[in-house]
């Protein structure tokens, strides 16, 4: 990836907070709020959180992870609240920036699919030196296997990556594919103890490796 300026990164992330293109020229239905994009990115930063997009809560707060699936995800990573929050050594860019709204049944709708068309890949070619993604869910595992030169079989699903993170990770920059840590997935966590018993303590070392 080629190397710019802190400023160049600074600039286009304010780019993205000021985006407004799933209001006023969506590529399908039109955001039913008012856009709050949220992302957190520095060119210092080693390790990469990529999760799927923000929800309610962040929506009004405007800070990444802040609630349930936040403390679930920093005990995973094995660091507290203000590691997770240094931008000079952890940054957090969801594949849809704003809160997509709700479907019918009350849960979140997919990331908005204008953010990665229009921003992911200038984006992190501006981040030289993310030695580690953390990519959470399958929208974030399909762009960043891909971006990365590895791309998924189209019919994988998040289980199925999971699984394989060992061979997931190998190359550099190194990935670590996760579920979603929102209380949804409880159930699954359950089913699959080695997840906290081989995969956790794999990835708290890289975790402590990359923001040491």
């Not at 209001?23 to 080693?46: D, F, G, I, N, Y």
């Not at 996760?178 to 159930?187: E, K, T």
Request: glycine content about 6%.
């Amino acid at each position: 990836m080629a190397s710019s300026s802190i400023s160049d990164l600074d600039r286009y992330a304010a780019r993205i907070r000021a985006c407004r293109r799933c209001v006023e020229a969506p590529a399908s239905a039109r955001l039913p709020h008012e856009p709050r994009p949220v992302l957190r990115v520095s060119q210092t930063a080693r390790l990469l959180v990529a999760s799927q997009a923000p929800g309610v809560r962040v929506h009004r707060s405007g800070l990444p992870f802040d609630d349930a699936s936040g403390e679930r995800l920093r005990a995973w990573m094995g660091v507290d609240r203000d590691t997770f929050y240094d931008t000079r050594r952890i940054a957090i860019a969801p594949m849809g920036f704003c809160f997509p709204g709700l479907d019918a049944a009350g849960g979140d709708l997919p990331p908005r699919p204008e953010c990665r068309a229009l921003w992911h890949d200038g984006l992190f070619a501006l981040m030289p030196r993310i030695e580690i993604v953390l990519a959470i869910g399958g929208h974030a595992q399909r762009y960043h296997f891909a971006r990365l030169g590895r791309a998924l079989p189209k019919p994988a699903k998040v289980d199925t990556i999971v699984r394989a993170w060992r061979e997931m990770e190998a190359a550099a920059p190194r990935l670590f594919p996760l579920p979603h840590p929102s209380w949804r997935n409880a159930g699954w966590l359950k089913r699959n103890p080695w997840f906290e018993t081989d995969l956790l303590p794999d990835l708290r070392r890289a975790v402590a490796a990359a923001i040491a």
